[in-house]
């Protein structure tokens, strides 16, 4: 009996001395040739910043909607400078099968327009001042709305006039303009 609990005891000291030793090197620390690339220095990212690139969301601060030429009408997603240390945030526009929804509540939006573009944000934020856009005016967008964010996902629904009865999908152009993600939304054909 006595010499299994000297084991025991043993076993258990070793074990004391070798579990700390198995994680040294692990943590947060950086080694020499690193470098830390976090915005305060801090070697730890600061709440809302991409671990990857180090930068901070994007914040979108206004959506604007324009005449194009004779075809065409623009949509402007205007987001905050980002020399500050704000990053563009990846987006992605595509055709939606139906109403749009709401972010979170997946309450469904009714838009003007035969067919409908959504568009999202990712790793995007908003201050709370961006409000839906509507010009029935114009020939190609009928509407643009904001539908909403959650956890750095922003969205926005875009509302497209189409040849009468029509809801063939438009096409579109996307691109970056200094601090703006312009989606460029072209007329149908309506001559056939």
């Not at 944000?121 to 643009?144: I, M, N, W």
Request: glycine share 10%; proline share 6%.
């Amino acid at each position: 009996m006595r010499l299994r609990s000297k084991r025991a005891l043993l076993s258990g000291a070793a074990a004391v001395l070798v579990l700390p030793l198995a994680g040294w090197g692990a943590g947060t620390a950086l080694s020499q040739d690193s470098e830390d690339t976090t915005p305060d220095g801090s070697g730890k990212p600061s709440r809302g910043v991409d671990p990857a690139t180090g930068k901070n969301p994007a914040e979108l601060k206004s959506i604007e909607l324009k005449a194009g030429d004779e075809d065409s009408d623009r949509v402007v997603f205007h987001f905050s400078d980002p020399k500050q240390n704000d990053s563009l945030p990846q987006y992605e526009v595509k055709h939606l099968d139906g109403s749009p929804k709401k972010p979170g509540s997946g309450k469904q939006v009714e838009m003007e327009g035969q067919s409908v573009l959504g568009v999202t944000f990712t790793h995007a934020t908003t201050d709370g001042s961006v409000r839906e856009v509507v010009d029935k005016d114009l020939p190609v967008v009928s509407e643009v709305r904001y539908l909403g964010g959650f956890e750095q996902v922003q969205e926005a629904a875009i509302g497209v006039n189409g040849c009468q009865g029509d809801s063939a999908e438009p096409s579109y152009d996307v691109k970056v303009l200094d601090t703006d993600i312009v989606v460029d939304v072209k007329s149908s054909d309506c001559s056939s």
